[in-house]
């Protein structure tokens, strides 16, 4: 990569853990970059008291002014309010991609809020992610070998891909295309519903008789199944409500298919039963 794509200043809004792993990886990469942070509670403040940004911006104003790039890290739910505020100062800044979890409504409320400034937005989402939050579980490899996913809308969009494109292969990221309207279904299906799964065996086990029991007793099978249960309660309800109608549909397929077990086990079906249970697990152990 030639030292000519290195950013001379990047804006980060949301110094969680995925603007923190952000600002971490351009802190290995990039060391020259700087970097300025802001948050709507104290992550910026965290993240300049670990090294991770070089300045806490008091406004999103201030830290989208004299930047090459702007990374969107805040909660989608959060998203229209700040591009807002970007469009009111929209000739200080150059280019802005965002790092939300859904796809059209984040794209549908830049085209609102910015108007001709839409062309200098690029959608995207990193494929990377924790059951940490907050800048202290930021990682500098956290991108490292993960799919960045960009869904530009026109050519002025498809050029600025093609300028990040080589700042985050930098970062460790394989860059891959996508189309809005697949990626919000195809992420209920493998990110968003999982998490919503997670989040009910967690309050069926915490509600039920042995909920005091398991938080001393569990084992391997009950803390890998639901690790992803510790993550940021305020991130996915946000995640949730911004896609329930994909999401909906993955929780009625899972409901079919949970019945259908319930009635093989009630039955005492063995055969059937274990025909499902090895079809369920051959399809794991394809997943790459």
Known sequence: MSAGAAPACIGIIGTGLIGGSIAASFRRVFPDTRIKGHSRDNDARVAEQLGLIDEIAPSVADCVRDTDWVFLCCPVGTMPAVLDEMAAVQGQWRRVTDCGSTKCSVIEAARQA??????????????????????????????????????????????????????????????????????????????????????????????????????????????????????????????????????????????????????????????ALAAAIERASQWRKNVT
């Open 114 to 271: 910015l108007g001709p400034a839409f062309d200098r937005f690029l959608p995207g989402h990193p494929i990377a992610g924790s059951e940490r939050h907050g800048p202290a579980g930021a990682s500098a490899h956290l991108f490292v070998k993960r799919n960045w996913l960009l869904s530009p809308q026109n050519a002025a969009q498809q050029a600025l891909a093609a300028e990040l494109t080589p700042v985050l292969e930098a970062l460790g990221s394989q860059v891959r295309p996508v189309d809005a309207q697949a990626h919000d279904a195809l992420f209920a299906e493998i990110s968003h519903f999982p998490h919503w799964m997670v989040f009910a065996a967690c309050l069926g086990i915490a509600d039920g008789p042995h909920g005091e029991a398991a938080l001393t007793q569990s084992g391997a099978g009950l803390k890998d199944t639901t690790r992803i249960g510790a993550s940021s309660a305020s991130l996915w309800t946000d995640i949730f409500i911004d896609n329930r109608r994909h999401l909906l549909a993955s929780i009625d397929r899972f409901e079919a298919s949970l019945a259908q077990m319930r009635g093989l086990l009630e039955s005492g079906d063995r055969p």
